[in-house]
T-cell receptor, first 117, second 117 residues
Framework: DGGITQSPKYLFRKEGQNVTLSCEQN?????MYWYRQDPGQGLRLIYY???????QKGDIAEGYSVSREKKESFPLTVTSAQKNPTAFYLC????????????????FGPGTRLTVL | AQKVTQAQTEISVVEKEDVTLDCVYE???????LFWYKQPPSGELVFLIR??????QNEISGRYSWNFQKSTSSFNFTITASQVVDSAVYFC??????????????FGKGTKLSVKP
């Protein structure tokens, strides 16, 4: 079955540690995205990538890093510089139909819930 | 100012009632796209609909219908004869060309719908 997988589902981290969240898709989608969701809030964009080996910062990139070495994979590292990392993290992907990705439908993975102890 | 406003934080209805979820957006672009997503308790966002700014036709899909009115910058979502399985958080989102981040979705804060048996 085609889809987007995220692992792990739950992740616990001690303060000061870096942690990497996995996102894999087998939909052959060009673009991939990382969002953060806090309770009672909408999703906020962390990073996105429209092509392998290239990515751009979203609205809240500070304290996060990403890589896009393969089309299928877009891991997110939450670094110790992120002041308040406890949140629900969602990965998404889309086919780029329109120039720049305007209006392309994004499909989401099941999410990873990160808790800092 | 918020670009996507979902003024209803929480709505509670009894099964079989009709319910409308409001979405008001703000953009200066003439070409833009609007989306609705459903987030059930499992956490994964499920795509429901995409509408471009040039298509103001209302859409119906089973018990779901959407009313797009550019004159009031609204894209409201109605569930007819609601069911317990409709209980979820519903997000409205905007994709616009402004600022160069064309593919990115701007989310409202969501409306939590509870359907009681």
């Amino acid at each position: 079955d085609g889809g987007i997988t995220q692992s792990p589902k739950y992740l616990f981290r001690k303060e000061g540690q870096n942690v990497t969240l996995s996102c894999e898709q087998n939909l052959n989608h060009d673009a991939m995205y990382w969002y953060r969701q806090d309770p009672g809030q909408g999703l906020r964009l962390i990073y996105y990538s429209q092509i392998v080996n290239d990515f751009q910062k979203g609205d809240i990139a500070e304290g996060y890093s990403v890589s896009r070495e393969k089309k299928e994979s877009f891991p997110l590292t939450v670094t110790s510089a992120q002041k308040n990392p406890t949140a629900f993290y969602l990965c998404a992907s889309s086919i780029i139909v329109h120039s720049g990705g305007l209006g392309d439908t994004q499909y989401f993975g099941p999410g990873t819930r990160l808790t800092v102890l | 100012a918020q670009k996507v406003t979902q003024a209803q934080t929480e709505i509670s209805v009894v099964e079989k009632e009709d319910v409308t979820l409001d979405c008001v957006y703000e953009t200066r672009d003439t070409t833009y796209y609007l989306f609705w997503y459903k987030q059930p308790p499992s956490g994964e966002l499920v795509f429901l609909i995409r509408r471009n700014s040039f298509d103001e036709q209302n859409e119906i899909s089973g018990r779901y219908s959407w009313n797009f009115q550019k004159s009031t910058s609204s894209f409201n979502f109605t569930i007819t004869a609601s069911q317990v399985v409709d209980s979820a958080v519903y997000f409205c989102a905007l994709s616009e060309a402004d600022g160069g981040s064309q593919g990115n979705l701007i989310f409202g804060k969501g409306t939590k719908l509870s359907v009681k048996p």
